[in-house]
């Protein structure tokens, strides 16, 4: 005796199932069940659609995460070294301009300090030989 289990099903086979299935579930019912085997079908395929469609979504959007990070360091970095170079310019624009500053105050300090110590000597020196006049 040979029994496969869900062999090749015949046309006597498949008609022996139809009439049972009216018998049991009547003419109303089968298209109602039908109905719902195809809208559960359909959601099935739908759901496995999306999942992959998410994992799809999450591998692009972490592209694009990884892509924006790069690119906002970059830019980062090259604002950052921008900034760095105008600050060093900017400095030494006004280190330079206080020098300019410094020896210029320095020297009118010093000419006045000079013309004060001139002055006050050709005073003194006067006085002094006012004094020894005879």
């Known amino acids: ?8 099903f015949g046309t006597a086979e498949i008609v022996v199932i139809v009439i049972l299935a009216l018998l049991l579930f009547g003419g109303k019912k089968i298209p109602e069940l039908m109905r719902g085997l195809g809208i ?15 994992n799809k979504l999450k591998s692009e959007s972490e592209t694009i995460s990884n892509n924006n990070d790069d690119t906002f360091k970059s830019e980062s970095e090259t604002i950052s070294n921008n900034n760095d170079d105008k600050l060093k310019s900017e400095s030494e624009t006004i280190s330079n301009n206080n020098n300019d500053k410094l020896k210029s105050e320095s020297e009118t300090i010093s000419n006045n300090n000079n013309d004060k110590l001139k002055s006050e000597s050709e005073t003194i020196s006067n006085n002094n030989d006012d004094k020894f006049k005879f």
């Open 1 to 8: 005796m040979n029994l496969t289990l869900f062999g090749t």
């Open 40 to 54: 559960g079908l359909k959601e099935f395929k739908k759901a496995s659609n999306d999942e992959n469609n998410n």
